[in-house]
C-alpha cells in the first residue's frame, strides 16, 4: 500500500518570499544545473528517492534550472558528506541525499568524520526509512532465533553504514552471531554476492526492496528477519524489530538510537552556508515537489513509498536532539560497534 501523503506545512517565512527574493532568486538559477549527489553506487534507497526527487523538483525552483544526479559512492556515505561540507559551492546549485546516521556518526566520534552535521542545509524528507535485514532461501537463518544460534555471514559496505554497523551492534546487544564480509561498494554488489552464495544475505531498504526484488518477494527467495525503525512497518507486522531486541534496558536504549537515523530516512539536504533566499526557495521547491500530482501519480503507479514528509526545520531539529545524546548511550553503542 502507498502511504498517504502528509505534507508537513509550511512555516510563515517559507511560504512568504519576497517579490525581490523570489526574482533573484529566480535570477540565479536561470539557465543553471543544480547537482544532486547520491552517496552510494546506483541502485537501493537513497538512489531511488534521489532520482525521484531530481525527476520533478527543478520545475519548482524558481528559474526551472535542469536537475542532474551523480554517484558518488566510499565509505558508507562518508566520502559524500565529506565532500559536501569541505568542497562543495556553498551557493545551492549543489544538493545531496542525507545519509541517515549523518548526525550519528559525529555523535559516537567515529573516525574519518569531517563534517558539522548541525551546520548542513536540511531541505526536506520524502520518506521515512523502515530497512530490513535479509537472508537468502538457501540460508539456514531464517529468524532472528536463528541468527542467534549460528554464525550467519551476511555482506555490508563501509563502516558508516547501516548495512554494517547495525549487525555489529546487535551482537553486542542482542546476542546475534553475525559475521558481516564488508566492502561492496552498494547493495547491488551485495545481492550479487548472495546470488553466488558468497554471502547468505544483507541489508536493505524496505521501500526499495519491495520494488527492485519483487521477484525475489514473489518467489520467496528471500527471508524478512528483521526491520530497523521505531514502529513497525504496516506490510510487516509479524517482523521483529531492532530496538526490541536488546539484552537489557542499557542495550535498548543503545538500539533505539540507531533508530533515529531512520527517521531522517530519505531527505535531502545541502552545503552550509547557502544564502537564505536560495535556501528558502529550496526548501519550497522541495514542498512543492513532494504534492506535484505527476510525482504522486509517479509513485503509486511504482509502488514507491512517500511521506509522511518533513520540512527542513524539523529535520534540522532531529539532527541537534541526536547531537545531544548521553555520553552513556554513546559509550554503549560505540561498544556495540566495537569503536
Same mark, same amino acid.
Given at each position: ?247 537489557? +534496558? @542499557? /542495550?535498548? #536504549?543503545?538500539? !533505539?538510537? %540507531?533508530?533515529?537515523?531512520? =527517521?531522517?530516512?530519505?531527505? *535531502?539536504?545541502? &552545503?552550509?552556508?547557502?544564502?537564505? +533566499? @536560495? /535556501?528558502? #526557495?529550496?526548501? !519550497?521547491? %522541495?514542498?512543492?515537489?513532494? =504534492?506535484?500530482?505527476?510525482? *504522486?501519480?509517479? &509513485?503509486?503507479?511504482?509502488?514507491? +513509498? ?34
Amino acid at each position: 500500500m502507498i502511504a498517504r501523503v502528509t505534507l508537513a506545512a509550511c512555516t510563515i517565512a517559507l511560504c512568504a518570499i519576497s517579490a525581490h527574493a523570489q526574482s533573484s532568486v529566480e535570477a540565479f538559477y536561470k539557465g543553471r544545473t543544480v547537482e544532486l549527489v547520491v552517496g552510494t553506487l546506483p541502485g537501493g534507497g537513497y538512489d531511488l528517492y534521489g532520482r525521484l526527487v531530481a525527476r520533478y523538483l527543478g520545475r519548482h525552483i524558481p528559474g526551472q534550472p535542469t536537475v542532474i544526479v551523480r554517484n558518488m559512492p566510499g565509505a558508507g556515505h562518508l566520502r559524500m558528506a565529506n565532500w559536501l561540507y569541505n568542497a562543495a559551492p556553498r551557493d545551492g546549485t549543489v544538493l545531496a541525499t542525507t545519509p541517515q546516521s549523518i548526525a550519528i556518526e559525529q555523535a559516537l566520534g567515529t573516525d574519518g568524520v569531517q563534517y558539522d552535521a548541525g551546520k548542513f542545509t536540511y531541505i526536506g524528507r520524502a520518506a521515512p526509512v523502515v530497512e530490513v535485514t535479509y537472508t537468502w532461501h538457501t540460508s539456514k537463518t531464517r529468524s532472528i532465533a536463528d541468527a542467534r544460534r549460528r554464525e550467519t555471514v551476511m555482506g555490508g559496505s563501509g563502516a558508516a553504514s547501516p548495512t554494517v554497523f547495525y549487525l555489529k551492534a546487535l551482537n553486542a546487544l542482542a546476542g546475534t552471531k553475525f559475521r558481516v564480509v564488508a566492502g561492496f561498494r552498494g547493495v547491488s554488489e551485495t545481492e550479487l554476492a548472495v546470488q553466488r552464495g558468497e554471502v547468505e544475505g544483507g541489508t536493505k531498504a524496505w521501500a526499495s526492496f519491495k520494488v527492485d526484488n519483487a521477484e525475489w518477494l514473489r518467489e520467496k527467495k528471500a527471508n524478512i528477519i528483521l526491520q530497523y525503525a521505531l514502529e513497525r512497518a504496516p506490510d510487516l507486522p509479524d517482523v521483529p524489530m531492532m530496538s526490541e531486541l536488546g539484552l537489557d +534496558d @542499557r /542495550a535498548t #536504549a543503545a538500539l !533505539k538510537l %540507531f533508530a533515529v537515523g531512520n =527517521a531522517m530516512g530519505r531527505s *535531502i539536504f545541502a &552545503t552550509p552556508g547557502i544564502p537564505p +533566499d @536560495r /535556501a528558502l #526557495a529550496l526548501r !519550497k521547491a %522541495f514542498v512543492d515537489t513532494m =504534492a506535484d500530482p505527476e510525482l *504522486i501519480a509517479f &509513485t503509486k503507479q511504482r509502488n514507491i +513509498d512517500l511521506g509522511p514528509t518533513l520540512n527542513g526545520e524539523a529535520l534540522a531539529q532531529i539532527v541537534m536532539n541526536t547531537l545531544s545524546v548521553s555520553p552513556e548511550t554513546a559509550a554503549e553503542v560505540k561498544k556495540a560497534r566495537g569503536d
